[in-house]
């Protein structure tokens, strides 16, 4: 509950993943498998220093989108609420006791949804135990790759043989 330390989670290849609805057979499964136990995964080449710094200029845009996508909603929702708290305490308008207290959440609740967003954000964009999601993608996209050049190998080599 409060203070208590979650369990780290174990992070499973996208293939493994409960949500993964596609047609890859296991054998497959544990060619990518054998990849992913390697010290160095295949698709974990030194890319050139412009492109490392591109991907992450690009990571960065989007966390500063999101920070400020959210900063925003806050910030819009506390001045409306402030707008109509002060019209109450100017006397401009007549409250009752449940007007303050929709006023005052309205003005606290975004900043309690700010704080656990904005940790939400940031732990995705740089988790806490080391996983890259950048790098996972990169990855991803190596394997798919991989496995389609395996099939089109495959189909190609059916094509050339002569079925009796």
């Given at each position: 509950?409060?203070?208590r330390?979650?369990?780290?989670?174990?992070?499973?290849?996208w293939?493994?993943?409960k949500?993964?609805?596609?047609?890859?057979?296991?054998?497959?499964?544990?060619?990518?498998?054998?990849f992913?136990?390697?010290?160095?995964?295949?698709?974990?080449h030194?890319?050139?220093?412009e492109?490392?710094?591109?991907i992450?200029?690009?990571?960065?845009?989007?966390?500063?989108n999101?920070?400020?996508?959210?900063a925003?909603y806050?910030?819009?929702?506390?001045?409306?609420?402030?707008?109509f708290?002060?019209r109450?305490?100017?006397?401009?308008?007549?409250?009752?006791?449940?007007n303050?207290?929709?006023?005052?959440?309205?003005i606290?609740?975004?900043?309690?949804?700010y704080?656990w967003?904005?940790n939400?954000?940031?732990?995705?964009?740089?988790?806490?135990?080391?996983?890259?999601?950048?790098?996972?993608?990169i990855?991803?996209?190596?394997?798919?790759?991989?496995?389609?050049?395996m099939?089109?190998?495959?189909?190609h080599?059916?094509?050339?043989t002569?079925?009796?």
């Amino acid at each position: 509950m409060f203070g208590r330390k979650k369990k780290p989670v174990e992070r499973v290849p996208w293939y493994r993943e409960k949500k993964y609805k596609g047609n890859m057979t296991e054998k497959e499964k544990r060619q990518l498998d054998s990849f992913r136990m390697q010290e160095r995964h295949p698709a974990d080449h030194d890319l050139p220093e412009e492109v490392e710094r591109y991907i992450i200029n690009l990571e960065m845009e989007v966390y500063d989108n999101k920070q400020q996508a959210l900063a925003l909603y806050v910030l819009l929702s506390t001045g409306i609420a402030g707008y109509f708290l002060v019209r109450y305490l100017l006397g401009y308008e007549e409250a009752s006791l449940l007007n303050y207290s929709v006023v005052i959440a309205f003005i606290v609740f975004p900043w309690i949804y700010y704080k656990w967003q904005f940790n939400k954000n940031a732990e995705e964009f740089l988790p806490s135990d080391g996983f890259s999601p950048g790098n996972e993608a990169i990855r991803k996209e190596w394997e798919l790759t991989y496995l389609f050049k395996m099939h089109e190998s495959e189909r190609h080599s059916q094509a050339q043989t002569p079925s009796d």
